[in-house]
């Protein structure tokens, strides 16, 4: 496993990170016990993977929990999060406390290495800053919490309007930022600020479901090629993606879309979900690779390098929080 610093924080972290979220929800949403997740968690961590995101609205801080009674605490790095807005009402300072203690109770822990405010959308953001980060900051200061994060909602705000004010605030620490091969945006706006500041990043939507679907990427190829956004030639083809599958270069596009994330200046830690043991290694192994080569990234940045909010499908309906 390849490590990194994660910003200012000096946190040692994995390149690869376990997200409990998402389409599986470490096999839960799949019909796995929590017997099989907790296990799925701990080869994770045999595979020197430390990072463990999880949150309440995902149903599996038991389950982390749970794995953290044969982990020693001290070998990962555990993100949680909570939400500040719910039906269309502010989440009092209050109410964000109680739900940081009780994510700690599940997770029989002390204290979390990130906490994240999770999905803040721009009109969100003074809130988040004004009124709730000082007291996450006292939280903090108890040692609940050692680093204070921010994650945006790309499904919403898909030029990282939040993020990008969020960079003028010593407050955050941490960022969990969604970027892949169809939605690059966070190249230009955001990472290299993260750089220069310090703030570590946290990547998802890496893959999500588009680059497991062939058939859907040529799909939104023709779509896109009608609306004059890309190139005509991406939609003709079956296949617009497939210059990058070739000795030397991808064995599969999921494995590129791993590979060009993973190496992307300003990137971490790459967060992906799975339910299975033999997806885990294969995620692991494609992190793990060199990065694509230089001619393939310079192509996509040229083809789709203006492109926004392709691919951001969301588990939950319509803009909802990962």
Do not use: C
Request: charged share 20%; proline share 5%; aromatic share 6%.
């Amino acid at each position: 496993m390849h490590h990194t610093t994660l910003g200012r924080t000096g946190l040692r972290v994995s390149v690869a990170g376990l997200g409990t979220g998402g389409f599986s929800r470490l096999g839960l949403k799949t019909g796995k016990s929590e017997a099989e997740s907790v296990r799925l968690i701990e080869e994770a961590v045999a595979l020197a993977i430390n990072v463990i995101d999880t949150a309440p609205s995902y149903g599996t801080e038991p389950v982390v929990g749970k794995a953290l009674r044969s982990i020693p605490r001290e070998q990962v790095v555990i993100a949680t999060k909570a939400q500040i807005g719910s039906a269309g009402a502010w989440v009092s300072p209050e109410r964000v406390v109680a739900s940081l203690d009780n994510s700690l109770r599940l997770m029989g822990t002390d204290h979390v290495e990130v906490f994240n405010l999770h999905g803040i959308e721009p009109e969100e953001y003074d809130y988040a800053l004004n009124t709730i980060a000082p007291a996450l900051a006292a939280e903090k200061a108890k040692g609940k919490i050692r680093h204070i994060g921010i994650t945006e909602n790309p499904i919403v705000d898909q030029h990282q309007a939040t993020l990008q004010r969020a960079l003028r605030d010593s407050v955050w620490e941490v960022f969990m930022v969604g970027f892949h091969m169809l939605h690059q945006g966070a190249r230009r706006t955001v990472f290299p600020a993260t750089r220069e500041n310090g703030i570590g990043t946290l990547l998802m939507y890496a893959v999500r479901r588009i680059f497991a679907d062939p058939p859907r990427i040529a799909r939104e190829m023709r779509a896109l090629a009608a609306k004059g956004l890309v190139e005509k030639w991406l939609g003709e083809t079956d296949d617009p993606l497939g210059f990058l599958i070739h000795e030397g270069g991808a064995a599969t596009l999921t494995e590129a879309a791993y590979r060009f994330v993973r190496h992307e200046p300003g990137v971490d830690v790459v967060l992906f979900g799975t339910g299975d043991a033999g997806h885990l290694r294969a995620n692991v192994a494609a992190l793990l690779k060199p990065p694509l080569p230089e001619a393939d990234r310079a192509k996509l940045a040229v083809l789709f390098g203006h492109l926004t909010g392709i691919g951001l499908d969301s588990h939950q309906g319509p803009g909802s929080r990962r």
